[in-house]
């Protein structure tokens, strides 16, 4: 992933973190400046539970490692530069698949129904 417009970043991530396995809860507490994130793994294996915000800057909650590794909050992996967006991609790379049992457990009952028909 080349470093893309800053005014893509939240978009850009979401879809690469729904990619990995996340899922998305669009009702964080009546604010809809973020996104919150889980991951059927958990932070145990890595996965931890994420906040993304609006302007693209990813929270971790409750991490065990920390996300960032460079200057600034170790909970945090910012959209101001390049350094940030390898950051994004090194996180991004230590994230497990889910196991296919938890990729049925979080699917859709339409998914589920169209995996079958194709099938």
Same mark, same amino acid.
């Given at each position: #992933?080349?470093?893309?417009? $800053?005014?893509?970043?939240?978009? &850009?991530?979401?879809?690469?973190?729904?990619? $990995?396995?996340?899922?998305?809860d669009l009702g964080v507490k009546n604010d809809t400046n973020m996104i919150?994130? %889980?991951h059927p793994r958990g932070a145990s294996a890595g996965a931890?539970?994420?906040l993304l915000c609006s302007d693209g800057l990813l929270i971790a909650s409750g991490n065990l490692q920390p996300l960032n590794t460079g200057e600034g909050n170790?909970?945090? &992996?910012?959209? $101001?530069? %390049?350094?940030?967006?390898?950051? @994004?991609?090194? @996180?991004?790379?230590?994230?497990?698949k889910p196991t296919t049992f938890q990729e049925l457990d979080a #699917? $859709?009952?339409w998914e589920a129904r169209m995996l079958v028909t194709v099938r």
């Open positions: #992933m080349s470093y893309p417009h $800053k005014e893509h970043a939240a978009l &850009i991530r979401l879809h690469a973190l729904v990619r $990995k396995g996340y899922r998305p919150r994130l %889980e931890p539970d994420l170790p909970d945090c &992996i910012y959209v $101001k530069d %390049e350094a940030d967006w390898r950051m @994004f991609e090194s @996180f991004l790379a230590s994230v497990p #699917m $859709k009952i």
